[in-house]
């Protein structure tokens, strides 16, 4: 009776009549993730933070990266908590936490409210991820895709948040369902993670005007996503300069992600051109970005093979910058412990052609529990 | 020979739980499958019409629900469960209501022509309209 009768007055509550009290919902995710370089060769002898290379970058946000020879499990576990404040039909407020393992803080990694202005359109103001790649907004959250991590030859700059304000609509057409969205706003990360992979000395990053905006459409077996964004991204330049250097270098983002689901086999594919303008400098680097993937579930089982590059070019000779080029080649093999809890097994290969000692080449194998509640 | 597909029916029967999507009475709305599938995926808040719909489910254990989820939206229960998380950490949606039984869905349709719903079709009612057994 009682289970019954509480939904019902929640419900007639949201239906009927403005709600006199505000409704709360706590969801959460767990990932625990370990790896182990099997084999490697190459990579830079002078890596910054005295690491040791042939390494793999696990996360190029948190710059933490596997060293040869090491198992470890404390690189990308993750643990999030994500509260959901109803204050009405049409507002609240979301807040989500992240404790990795990786870092000794816990992250306020959202937090925003959301007002639904009508049932199409709907305002967020406060701080929430910066959807530049299909799976930025829940990498995070590892139920969520086929991989141990999105490959990180796409994933991860110096920022992954922004402060600001976004407008989305929402709505249908016959059978097509379409998502757009606009967003702007400002981030800066003090000591950045990723600068570690680059620089001894702590560094922040800043990235400003960040102005963007995506449109998502599916049918049936179909989604594609397009986006476009633009910011002016700047680093601290320590011991040198503690300002952030000017004139910023002028960063352009093109999208495109095309995945078709036919319940059992299913393809997933993006494309990234991303592009910085070093105007002080005057040069330019341009990244395209490629990902495909093929999967076919067999019940609670799926082997998913994926590929993936990153390629940049640039207009000025490889002392003044040294173009990254990357290609991973990944095999995972999902199985669902139940809807809510994953297993995933993965091994990577990936073979680093940049032009400079950076990483090496590597094969990973990665283990991953994922679950959310 | 015509005991074949009587016992084929009965085996069915018995293996399947039979789900009825349903409405309010007084709702006329056109509502094909996809339409259905398209509002409990949280892709749209209206009918063709204009009409507001407000989707219920039963709890993801019941054998109703599994029934609904397959068939209907195409996905197993481990397939949804990674859709919505896409959408509940992302602030794009969340998830239809869910009760735990066809009685509570019942009384939540027959009180609210907005909301839709689905049950065993064994249950069915003269307090709601069936409008499709996928």
């Not at chain 1, 990786?102 to 103001?125: F, G, R």
């Not at chain 1, 990498?139 to 110096?158: F, N």
């Not at chain 1, 706003?185 to 800043?206: H, L, M, P």
């Amino acid at each position: 009776m009682f289970k019954g009768f509480l939904p019902i007055v929640v419900l007639s509550l949201m239906t009927s009549q403005p709600a006199l009290a505000f409704e709360y919902k706590f969801n959460g995710f767990v990932s625990l993730v370990g790896a182990r370089i099997i084999s490697g060769s190459g990579g830079s002898d002078e890596f910054p933070m005295g690491r040791e290379c042939p390494c793999f970058v696990a996360d190029y946000n948190s710059g933490a990266l596997y060293e040869d020879g090491k198992t470890v499990f404390d690189h990308e576990s993750r643990a999030g908590l994500q509260l959901n404040l109803s204050f009405s039909d049409q507002l609240s407020l979301i807040t989500q936490v992240v404790a990795r393992s990786y870092s000794e803080d816990i992250n306020l990694e959202w937090v925003y409210l959301s007002w639904d202005l009508t049932s199409d359109w709907t305002v967020q103001v406060g701080r929430k991820r910066i959807p530049i790649y299909y799976y930025s907004e829940f990498q995070d959250v590892g139920i969520a895709y086929m991989w141990a991590r999105p490959p990180q030859t796409l994933y991860g700059w110096e920022a992954s948040n922004y402060n600001g304000a976004s407008v989305r609509y929402t709505s249908s057409f016959g059978d097509w369902s379409l998502r757009a969205s606009v967003y702007g706003g400002n981030e800066e990360v003090k000591d950045a993670g990723y600068n570690t992979i680059y620089f001894d000395e702590d560094q922040d990053s800043r990235w400003k005007n960040i102005l963007g905006g995506d449109i998502e459409v599916s049918r049936d077996w179909f989604t594609g996503r397009l986006i476009v964004m633009t910011s002016e991204n700047s680093n601290t330049n320590r011991p040198d300069d503690p300002a952030y250097y000017s004139p910023p270098m002028e960063q352009t983002i093109i999208g495109l992600a095309l995945n078709a689901d036919f319940g059992d086999w299913f393809l997933l594919s993006e494309i990234n051109l991303n592009q910085r303008d070093f105007v002080g400098d005057d040069f330019l680097v341009k990244a395209p970005a490629y990902q495909f993937g093929v999967g076919y579930r067999f019940g609670k089982w799926t082997p998913f093979f994926s590929w993936s590059r990153y390629w940049e070019s640039v207009n000025t000779d490889p002392d003044t910058y040294a173009p990254e080029r990357f290609i991973d080649t990944s095999f995972t093999l999902r199985y669902d412990l139940n809807s809510s809890m994953a297993l995933k097994f993965q091994y990577d290969d990936l073979s680093d052609e940049s032009k400079s000692d950076f990483v090496g080449d590597t094969q990973l194998i990665t283990i991953a529990f994922d679950m959310v509640f | 020979m015509r005991f074949v597909p009587v016992f084929l029916l009965f085996f069915t029967i018995i293996c399947h739980a039979e789900v009825a999507i349903i409405v309010h009475p007084s709702n006329t709305s056109n509502i094909d499958t996809d339409a259905i599938s398209r509002v409990f995926l949280g892709k749209a808040k209206t009918l063709a019409d204009g009409t507001a719909v407000i989707p219920v489910g039963q709890s993801g254990d019941t054998a109703v629900a599994d029934e609904f989820n397959t068939k209907v939206l195409g996905k197993s229960s481990s397939q949804l469960k990674a859709y919505w998380s896409q959408l509940v950490f992302t602030g794009k949606g969340t998830p239809p209501k869910e009760v735990s039984s066809d009685a509570d869905v019942i009384s939540l349709v027959a009180a609210n022509p907005n909301i839709i719903g689905y049950i065993n079709a064994n249950a069915v009612t003269e307090k709601v309209k069936v409008i499709a057994k996928p």
